[in-house]
């Protein structure tokens, strides 16, 4: 069984839609799916009654509005289910042999977890295709007791936390696999914390927090240090073309280095990341 899980705030006008794309997929007997409610201004109680025939459909609801990365985080923590898989209340399963291809990928071979492709809906209402993405939750699905016993979890961040996350998964010793089939559609929605213009400095400051955070539980999961490394470069470089925001995202990722403590001050990482820090 799977569990989707479904992070909802205030999300009455899409998640009906939502909801028809998982009704599509034709293993809907090993399928669960989860609301969680971020506290929205209204209940989602109605569903239950819209979708009265449905035995697999449960809300639960959180205490305080907390956003997107700690409500999938309140789906895990209440998922009994072998796996799971996350899809946002604005969002849509892309054909109904979605989760189907996606369950059986994971079970073929025990991975701990299986990353598809997905496309990305713009505002003219055209499409992209998003291939090999470790950034987005978007058509991955993922072993629960390998997430629960490696103790990855969603930091309590607004934006970017979904990077974070995903950056244990793939960097940690679990068996992961891609596979080239789109499950997926990141619809548009000009609403979202992430398409929104006037959230840009709060975008930068969460992702400034989630590079922070991942870099850290890098070294003291201790990962290999060319892991460690390669993500460090890889947050620094994201934003690069993005006026003033290197500069802030040096400020606060030098300090990282001293997680190493004393005995790592002579190893390459530290010296590698003095030397880009002094040259850039």
């Known amino acids: 069984m799977v569990n989707i899980i479904i992070p909802a705030y205030n999300a009455h006008q899409t998640i009906h839609k939502t909801l028809a794309s998982i009704l ?41 509005n907390t956003g997107c990365g700690q409500s999938r985080q309140f789906g895990i923590d209440n998922c009994d289910c072998e796996y799971f ?52 939750m978007h058509g991955k699905i993922f072993k629960t007791k390998f997430i629960v016993e490696n103790n990855i979890r969603f930091n309590n961040t607004r934006l970017n936390e979904d990077h974070a996350f995903n950056s244990l998964v793939l960097y940690s010793n679990g068996k992961g696999k891609y596979i080239n089939y789109i499950t997926y559609v990141w619809k548009y929605n000009k609403m979202s914390l992430v398409r929104r213009p ?33 993500k ?11 006026e003033n925001t290197l500069n802030r995202c040096k400020q606060i990722l030098t300090d990282i280095p001293i997680f190493l403590q004393e005995e790592a001050e002579n190893s390459e990482l530290f010296k590698y990341i003095r030397t880009i820090i002094g040259n850039e």
Request: proline share 1%.
């Open 198 to 230: 006037d959230q840009e400095e709060f975008s930068i400051d969460e992702f400034i927090k989630n590079a922070c955070y991942t870099i850290t539980e890098f070294i003291n999961r201790k990962y290999k240090e060319e892991s460690i490394i390669e």
């Open 24 to 64: 599509m997929q034709d293993c809907l007997d090993e399928i669960i799916i989860t609301i969680v409610d971020d506290c929205s201004n209204e209940p989602y109680d109605y569903l239950l009654k819209d979708f009265s025939y449905l035995d697999n459909l449960r809300i639960i609801r959180k205490k305080s």
């Open 85 to 136: 898989m996350f899809l946002d209340a604005d969002d849509c399963l892309y054909c109904p042999s979605a989760v189907r291809e996606l369950l059986r990928t994971i079970k073929e071979s025990d991975y701990d977890y299986v990353i598809s492709d997905f496309v990305e809906e713009l505002s003219d209402e055209t499409y992209i295709l998003i291939q090999k993405s470790g950034v987005w």
């Open 232 to 242: 460090y470069v890889d947050y620094l470089a994201d934003y690069e073309d993005v």
